[in-house]
């Protein structure tokens, strides 16, 4: 062989980035970029240089090095910047980082995005627009921070029928729910260790309500299903009235409650439909979900052929959120140099299967009056709307009883008219918790 | 926009597959392409056909529907067909498979290739041949079946500074020491019920000694470390030496006994060093890895910024690998269409650190005389090599006594040293197993 290695001979020009915010995630990059930068020039053949740097404030101290005149309030300015190659956004919410990832993207520039907020409500215009110019618009770091995910379900399983996917993919409630099932506290005790940890936020509800679940949701079941799903598609339940009790249940029953996204493709009458849905579940012990402690996430995908996978790591923080940015941005560079980029492939709007006709079989604990002919009061009931009971446990406090139950695969709909049914027993002092159930599918 | 969406418009024409056996894989690629071609198309714009199907018995039932004319015995014409665009090779060992290949790759032909003896031998030069010509030379399936690692490791952690990897990549093993560890059975018992399942060979050797997992352990430890490590590189114990005895104090340590591939990147006198083993190893109950039960796999990759991530699922089977192979076909035929490929990028030759230099705690188990004196002369020989002692149990049988022990990081040959001179000491009957020892490297 005579002809030179390329890099070796002649090193290709910096890739020069323009970054939008430098909070956490955008602290951490800069400073993996100036640790990484040789390492990645050797191995990638590319050289990273953060050019421009645009804040919402000039005086805050970021703990990074910058030079001087690479920081500015002006984001715009950075996205236009003839000096700028690639643009990387990690300010968040909707607007402006919308109108400025698309005017990279017409400005021919490859963006490299940790928005979830802005993609599942607006990925699809900006998937379009940057498959219309030929750019790369890259997105790992929006999903389970470090965890490689969104490249897997692009490409890794690119051939593969992806039939369900249910992630662990907010750390808080996992952190919270953890505390929980292993030293007992209440979740008012777990939230308080979490805010003063810094896992969550002074105001909870993104997290624990299952919002911020969602979103991420809706950007798994459209790389997974090749269909588009938006925020607003995804039925949501938090964590906040999870009890002591509930978590002490499941344990009896060999199970853990995790804050679940799940996303499924399902037959529908008119062609393939999409489940997408964020709420408490009970999973079994021997699932590989269920060892997934702490502020951990997890995302368990199941193929036809492929079966069972699960990809699990850090989903917050800037050093393992920067690490994935850092990847992508790797990856833009590399097609910048090659005059290439990766194709989305976002399909049409995706059918989905009303939260009221999805399915699952669900965990529910109901207070009784302890008395002959109860039970059969009960199972008359469930019986009208057609849920079937897999198992039952009835145990007596004093002269009520409680029953703890779990039922075979029911539609949404028929349990909560089962509920409210129940409550309307004279015998059924209250129905507790409902919970849905994984791996209990018969 | 004016411009007419180009696959819309104007469908693609088909990629043309040359297919290099039909065995296990082989038939099951078959059956997926059949079964997603339509997907596929619709999702990444990429027809894929296979044209041409090389075997070595025109005669034998393979389960899948091929047009007349597909099947020959003639790998060699298969490749240099004019009517095939991607060479998709699972024959297995080194020749023919190594010619075969960089004969497509000399004629401009993508190649596939679940080829992990190949890899693990001959993968610097197919790597250097595949960047020289600009074609892609994809392996997805090479290591641990199903589960993406390579591209993760190739793309995602692109920029990541990834300093150990440790794998469960052979399911035959997990397989037998899950069966010892949750049936009690003996590692002969565990075997025979292995082999009646299929799930291993009746030569078992290249499973449980080691030899297949080294082999994978070689491809982890090149893309991970961006350095070039080969097989022979590769230190291996297997695990038919591992007792129930073994199994029974791993659980009372709360630990569970796996068969780990260990790749590490340290520093050396001269600059970055890798080392690169194969072993029994215990793993604390509460490590993702001992949760990876029955014949699944796992790779746990440990990095600066990205901190740990897992990787799981389904390490062989015709399906899932047949999956990766697909997800690699469907990549190579979008860059085929778009004329671009992706980069190995493959370092030079890895300073390997000899196994005798190389670190971990230790397990033992020593049966020594009910005597006084006998500890304070086995304190003694581990003093005199340094080998530091972190927790030992002492617990007699009739007139003696077993010591169980767990050491602090201890150099390879140090603790092989202190072996030694235990075994010459009148006081120890028995030096039992010694088995290293994850996460307790204080």
Redesign the interface.
């Known amino acids: ?1 005579t ?1 030179p290695e390329p890099s070796a001979a002649r090193p290709a020009a910096p890739v020069r980035v323009g970054l939008l915010g430098c909070g956490n995630v955008g602290a ?1 990059l800069v400073g ?1 970029v100036e ?2 930068r040789e ?2 020039a ?4 590319v050289d990273l240089e953060i050019t421009r740097v645009a804040v919402r404030s000039l005086t805050r101290d970021r703990g990074v090095k910058l030079a001087d005149g690479v920081l500015t309030t002006d984001a715009a300015a950075v996205v236009a910047d003839p000096e700028v190659d690639v643009v990387v956004e990690v300010i968040g919410g909707i607007e402006p980082a919308r109108e400025l990832i698309l005017d990279a993207i017409a400005a021919g520039k490859p963006v490299i995005t940790a928005n979830k907020e802005l993609l599942a409500n607006h990925g699809a215009e900006l998937a379009a627009a940057a498959d ?1 110019k030929g750019v790369d618009l890259l997105f ?1 770091a929006a999903v389970a921070g ?3 995910i969104i ?2 379900l692009r ?7 992806v039939t369900r996917v249910m992630g662990i993919v907010n750390g808080t409630t996992n952190f919270i729910l953890t505390r929980m099932t292993e030293e007992g506290t209440t979740y008012a005790e777990a939230l308080a260790e979490a805010q003063s940890l810094g896992y969550a936020e002074r105001d909870p509800t993104a997290d624990v309500e299952g919002y911020d679940a969602g979103a991420k949701a809706a950007i798994i079941a459209s790389l997974a299903f ?1 269909t588009r799903v938006v925020a607003g598609d995804v039925y949501h339940e938090g964590i906040s009235s999870i009890t002591a009790a509930d978590i002490a249940s499941a344990a009896s029953l060999d199970h853990v409650i995790k804050l679940l996204a799940v996303c499924e493709r399902l037959e529908g009458p008119d062609g393939a439909e999409v489940a997408v849905r964020v709420h408490p579940a009970m999973v079994p012990v ?1 699932h ?1 979900l269920a ?3 702490e502020s ?1 996430n997890a995302v368990f995908v199941e ?12 989903g917050a ?1 800037g ?2 959120t ?3 940015v ?2 992508d ?3 833009a560079a ?2 910048l140099h ?4 990766a ?1 989305i ?1 976002m ?1 049409g709007r995706a059918q989905i299967r009303p939260i009221d006709d999805q399915q699952s079989p669900f965990y529910l604990s109901i207070d009784v009056v302890d008395r002959p002919g109860v039970l059969r009061s009960i199972a008359e009931v469930f019986e009208r709307h057609g849920v079937s009971i897999r198992s039952l446990e009835q145990e007596g406090i004093g002269d009520a009883a409680r029953i703890v139950m779990i039922t075979h695969r029911a539609r949404e709909a028929d349990l909560q008219a089962t509920v409210t049914d129940l409550r309307d027993l004279p015998t059924v002092h209250r129905v507790g918790s409902i919970i849905r159930v994984v791996g209990a599918e018969g």
Do not use: C, W
Not at 42 to 45: E, T, V
Not at 155 to 161: F, M, N, T
């Open positions: 062989v002809e951490a993996l640790t990484r390492a990645i050797a191995r990638s053949g219309e790992e470090g965890i490689p490249r897997p490409e890794s399983l690119a051939g593969e029928d090749g021997q590989p060892g997934v402690r951990f193929g036809t052929a492929v079966g069972d996978l699960m990809f699990y790591g850090r923080g050093d393992p920067g690490s994935a850092l990847g941005l790797v990856d590399v097609n090659k005059g290439a980029h194709t492939g399909g």
